[in-house]
């Protein structure tokens, strides 16, 4: 199975104000996320996260890199503007692959995973924008634009499924 995510913001305490996330403390917030992902994604499962694990820079490896570690499935990520590491500290962290964009096939349409949905303009028409970083502005775009916003604050703060990203292209017409 492939999930997709983004936007956790873990150790970031302003992120529950500024996007009104349910939480009293990043601890909370961190413990929740983390219960919802590995509710539903199992060790075997793909996952794509689109950006924004943390604010937090070098000097925090280590707390970052135990959260990471808790996290079920295997792990890609699609860098984000807040993500600080370089790519191979995110491997040793552990990551199967880093990226700054990447194009996926699924069910014969192709996808592109981006953190940031500005790059809209450069997808072609027969491709779905998949995208994190603007966490509560919109969910998706769907029909006029092929987006869809894979983000914890539109997604109940749980990982989306390829089954539930096909569900919504379908009942929106973005097939």
Known sequence: MKWFTGDYHLGHKAIIRIC??????????????????????????????????????????????????????NKHLILGNHDRFNAFTYVEMGYITVHTALKIEMRGITFVLCH??????????????????VHGLFDDLLPKSRVINVGVDV???????????????EKKGGL
């Open 116 to 133: 940031d949905p500005s790059v809209y303009d450069v997808v072609k028409e027969d491709s779905v924008l998949l995208c994190a970083h």
């Open 20 to 73: 009104n996330r349910p939480w009293k403390n990043e601890k909370q917030m961190e413990k929740e996320i983390i219960h919802n992902r590995n509710e539903l994604v199992k060790q075997d499962d793909e996952v794509w996260e689109l950006g924004d694990i943390t604010m937090l820079g070098p000097d925090r490896r280590p707390f970052i890199e135990s959260r990471i570690k808790q996290f079920n499935g």
């Open 155 to 169: 997604r109940d703060y749980k990982p989306i499924s390829e089954d539930e990203i096909f569900e919504i292209l």
